[in-house]
């Protein structure tokens, strides 16, 4: 009888730590280990679907997306599912494979064809959702935005990549939900998981999106290698910057393989000689240095430094003859401007050239970027003094670069900067007296009226200048090869500026002309929509 009570004692307790464990077990799942469960569930359910956005925006200036602006189709279909046939049918709705994971193959397209989708659906089992997507194949701005890494969405490059930060707050993987046979579940849409920090991530740019789309259109004939910026003087902000050829944000991959360069930001990572742009800082620096404006030399159609002779192409076999440092600036006269380098030195030219911008980053953060350079004294030295004062030899800027340099001039000489984001705090430091700004700018409302751009269709019926500009061509390669691309940079309106243009055409033998069209449809939009 003893032994059945101790029996029965011992019983009692074994059943009472297996149910202490089973309580303690279903406080766990309940309580503590719910959050993991059911993780655990959800990934095992869960079909990731790449290819919609899942970051936080990127605005314009006006509140306008620039990004995630269009919805796209995603077509979700089992591997044991698809063959020739879907695969047919897939490419006949122009939909391109964004995707695969467990047991589903995920596709994209841009528009939904109802015949095929029926098809799909009824045939091949396909689950077709709708979502927003990231980018456009033609995506607006798409240098500048840059793009992400398809493996976790993190940013790669331009606006992407120095934003990373603030548009990962945003959610980072969108899936749709599945049972436990791996089949969809009907009405449960899709499934966003937050990103680490929590929170909707946004970025608002300095760019105008309409403007953008225009100057992406005016550029969209140009086959060669083109860059435009466009800034807003009394701010510094950038409105507009493009460049050709473009590329497609959802083809990263073919693009690396290609290698065509359609991934370089040409506005701020294209380094180029500036040419004859280059006498805007030639004029300043002999300006500050106390050489007056009616200064004279005599152009005889060419300079000989050494052994170099540098011809003046403009004043024909002759030359210009004795002129002053206005009519030299409006008709880009070589032979002039060297002497006047001579005369400034190039100690001061280079000083100026640093002052105003040139041989450093022009934007804050921004990562796809280059300093382009600065001519040293070596480089200056004897015949150099002739290629540094028409903006040639081993001098190199960027587009952007040119844009900044103009804005000084266009802003009675004070530098705003460039600004690619609202948030940044506009700051402002005097490069140049009023007085010399004002100089420059009337020589380049000259250049339109009556120099080398009067036959760019910049010149208003009454006869003033519509847009004042400096006019620029460049040579690279061999001299012998005679390869050249072209600048215009300037402001509009002529007397009263608001804004920059600046624009590169590049190519194996391009000039200032061939910027010109660019220029003159930037130029009329600007005056027709922001009065």
């Not at 979502?131 to 793009?147: E, M, P, V």
């Not at 309409?210 to 083109?226: I, N, P, R």
Request: aromatic fraction near 6%; charge should be positive; proline fraction near 2%.
């Amino acid at each position: 009888m003893e032994q059945m009570r101790r029996n029965l004692k011992r019983v009692v307790w074994i059943l009472a730590v297996l149910i202490l464990a089973l309580v303690v077990r279903l406080f766990w799942i309940q309580i503590l280990g719910s959050e993991d469960l059911k993780q655990a569930v959800c990934d095992q359910s869960l079909i990731s679907l790449q290819g919609a956005n899942t970051r936080g925006l990127i605005y314009d200036r006006n509140g306008l997306p620039m990004v995630a602006d269009h919805k796209r189709y995603l077509y979700i279909i089992r591997k044991k599912d698809m063959d020739f046939q879907a695969a047919k049918l897939l490419a006949s709705a122009d939909a391109e494979e964004t995707g695969s994971g467990g047991d589903y193959y995920v596709y994209s397209s841009r528009k939904y064809k109802k015949t095929i989708g029926k098809k799909l659906c009824e045939k091949y089992n396909a689950y077709i959702l709708q979502a927003s997507c990231r980018y456009q194949d033609h995506q607006t701005a798409a240098n500048l935005i840059g793009y992400v890494n398809q493996g976790d969405s993190s940013g790669a490059a331009g606006l992407e990549l120095m934003c990373d930060r603030q548009l990962s707050k945003s959610c980072r993987r969108l899936y749709a939900a599945a049972d436990v046979k791996g089949n969809l579940l009907p009405g449960r849409g899709l499934i966003a998981e937050s990103g680490k920090n929590g929170g909707r991530g946004e970025v608002r740019t300095t760019i105008d999106k309409k403007l953008q789309e225009e100057v992406e259109t005016v550029m969209a004939g140009y086959e060669d290698d083109c860059a435009v910026v466009v800034i807003k003087k009394s701010s510094g902000d950038v409105l507009a910057m493009a460049c050709t050829p473009a590329f497609n944000p959802n083809d990263i991959s073919g693009h690396i393989a290609r290698s065509q360069n359609e991934l370089l930001n040409k506005a701020t990572q294209g380094e180029y000689a500036p040419g004859s742009v280059f006498k805007i800082v030639v004029a300043a620096a002999a300006l500050e240095a106390g050489i007056p404006a009616d200064q004279k030399f005599c152009c005889t159609g060419s300079v000989t430094l050494g052994s170099l002779e540098v011809r003046c192409k403009t004043g024909g076999e002759e030359g210009h003859g004795t002129i002053g440092m206005q009519e030299a600036f409006a008709q880009s006269c070589n032979s002039y401007f060297i002497q006047l380098g001579q005369r400034t030195g190039e100690n001061k030219i280079c000083e100026m050239a640093k002052k105003m911008g040139l041989g450093k980053r022009a934007l804050k953060k921004y990562p796809q970027q280059s300093t382009g350079h600065v001519m040293t004294d070596q480089e200056c030295s004897g015949a150099g003094i002739g290629n540094l004062s028409i903006g040639q030899g081993q001098m190199l800027v960027t587009p952007l670069q040119i844009a900044r340099m103009t804005a000084i001039v266009a802003s009675d000489g004070v530098d705003h900067g460039a600004h690619i984001l609202l948030s940044e705090k506009t700051g402002k430091r005097r490069i140049l007296s009023k007085n010399t700004a004002r100089q420059i700018r009337s020589m380049m409302c000259r250049v339109t009226e009556e120099g080398t751009a009067q036959n760019m269709g910049l010149v208003d019926p009454d006869g003033s200048a519509a847009a004042a500009v400096k006019t620029g061509t460049a040579q690279y390669g061999r001299q012998e090869d005679g390869n050249s691309y072209g600048w215009l940079t300037g402001f509009t309106p002529c007397k009263n500026p608001e804004y920059i243009v600046t624009v590169f055409a590049g190519g194996s033998d391009r000039t200032a002309s061939d910027a010109g069209p660019l220029y003159r449809r930037i130029v009329k939009y600007l005056n027709s929509h922001y009065d």
